[in-house]
């Protein structure tokens, strides 16, 4: 077949995912409750059909399978993360020799398939007792976090040679402490921006810490969800909208990884409305230290924006939406199933701001993809024609492509997700993977996406 799209020899064909979202075994080898547990015990009601994160994909007991059928559909890299709770079970002290052994086979597998192995260390699954201590409002939670990452970087480090400290981690602010869709369900601006605070001094401080050991070819990074703030128009409200959006939902995180501190601007808005959180003494040194070798980027919809219609609310709780209102654009393509607009010039964008603006950091995307429901729709002879999935990463890779032609850094794509899996409210609502899963039954069958992105990664290009 001709190649129409090449990409840079080596580049990264994958997937990501999150131990919570596909190990299942939740209450098995060990493994310590974490926050989705609990919340699932005491409101099951608010995920979809009540589907808990208790048995999910149950990758803890198929997982030399799920590994097989990634080196089948072309992978060279898989990105998964470790549960904290499974591995320290309390979150501090003693670790969980069937953790251990579980990771360490889930490592090996991956590299006798001939698949890099890229690890997070924190995908929004907090220790229920570190959670009681405050979760990241406690800067003694940050020393535990610490410590759970010197142990991950001593046992696994010697074979694992891409770290990421966090995934997305404004999504645990937003869903914990603004917005209501993540356990504790704080509605609470200024606990947000202690716990968005505290999030990146974690981040530094494990930075610091995978320094201090001797890997030769390691990398240590984050992985962000950037998502593009467009202006409904050039008007100079609607661009102060976007840029105040910008600063509230993606400059919060990406200064301090890329550039080792934050915005001025954004400082001085939650100064004024007195929402700065706590600081210590050295913070800032800290934080030039924990500029990142190697930048992950989710991107799956942008964000449009528009001028405040109306003034807030001031006796309402301070929030970032003060600041600016959300704008459907008309004749935007939507992917219904999620609510989601379907935008794949926002991968080049984010591309070429992060040549521009963040001295070109070397990235890769760390999730991209499309959810819908009631797949079984599409089957015909036993397999999902997932044809909108195909189209969806195909229009983002063209685009990606665009953006390393123009020199971009950027190393590689990773799909969300390889197999459908659990998401946090939503279950099984909308599927994501290339590979269909039964869920009473836990088979396991290729869609057609998984031909087509194996053929890609085979070609290493389209």
């Not at 579980?102 to 929004?124: G, K, M, S």
């Amino acid at each position: 077949m001709s190649v129409q799209y090449k990409f840079p020899t080596g580049f990264w064909w994958g997937s990501a995912t999150s131990a919570t979202q596909i190990e299942g075994a939740a209450n098995e080898g060990g493994k310590g409750l974490n926050i989705w547990d609990h919340w699932y015990k005491t409101e099951p009601n608010r995920f979809f059909d009540n589907v808990g994160p208790e048995s999910t994909s149950n990758f803890y007991h198929l997982y030399k399978e799920d590994i097989r059928l990634m080196k089948e559909i072309g992978h060279n890299t898989f990105r998964m993360s470790i549960s904290w709770s499974r591995l320290i079970p309390t979150g501090r002290g003693k670790v969980n020799a069937e953790a251990v052994q579980f990771y360490n086979n889930v490592i090996d597998e991956l590299i006798a398939n001939d698949i890099e192995p890229f690890v997070t260390l924190y995908h929004f699954d907090m220790p229920l007792e570190l959670q009681e201590e405050g979760g990241w409002e406690n800067r003694e939670v940050v020393e535990a976090y610490t410590d759970y990452a010197k142990e991950c970087f001593r046992l696994f480090g010697d074979r694992v040679q891409k770290w990421f400290t966090f995934n997305e981690p404004i999504v645990p602010v937003e869903g914990g402490y603004l917005y209501d869709f993540h356990y504790p369900n704080v509605v609470d601006a200024r606990r947000a921006v202690q716990v968005a605070y505290h999030t990146m001094i974690a981040h530094a401080q494990a930075v610091r810490a995978y320094r201090t050991f001797s890997f030769e070819e390691g990398q240590i990074g984050i992985v962000l969800n950037l998502t593009p703030s467009y202006p409904r128009s050039e008007n100079p409200a609607d661009l102060q909208a976007s840029n105040r959006a910008d600063l509230f939902f993606n400059r919060s995180f990406l200064d301090p990884s890329v550039l080792g501190e934050y915005p001025a601007e954004l400082i001085d808005i939650l100064r004024e409305h007195d929402q700065l959180p706590v600081t210590e003494q050295g913070d800032s040194k800290l934080l030039k230290e924990g500029i990142v070798d190697l930048l992950g980027v989710n991107y799956y919809q942008p964000r449009r924006v528009k001028a405040k219609e109306h003034l807030p609310n001031t006796d309402g709780p301070f929030m970032p939406d003060w600041f600016f209102d959300n704008y459907e654009m008309p004749g935007r393509k939507m992917n219904k199933y999620r609510g989601w607009e379907i935008y794949e010039k926002g991968i080049y964008d984010i591309m070429m701001n992060l040549k521009e603006n963040y001295g070109n950091v070397e990235s890769f995307i760390a999730e991209n993809g499309m959810g819908v429901e009631d797949e079984s729709r599409f089957i015909v002879d036993g397999e999902v024609q997932d044809d909108y999935r195909i189209e969806f990463i195909g229009g983002h890779l063209k685009w990606l492509h665009k953006a390393i032609e123009e020199q971009c850094n950027v190393r590689g794509f990773h799909m969300w997700s390889f197999m459908d899996n659990w998401s946090w409210m939503n279950a099984y609502k909308n599927r994501y993977g290339f590979i269909s899963v039964d869920i009473e039954t836990q088979k396991r069958t290729p869609k057609k996406s998984a031909h087509w992105i194996k053929t890609v990664s085979e070609n290493n290009g389209f």
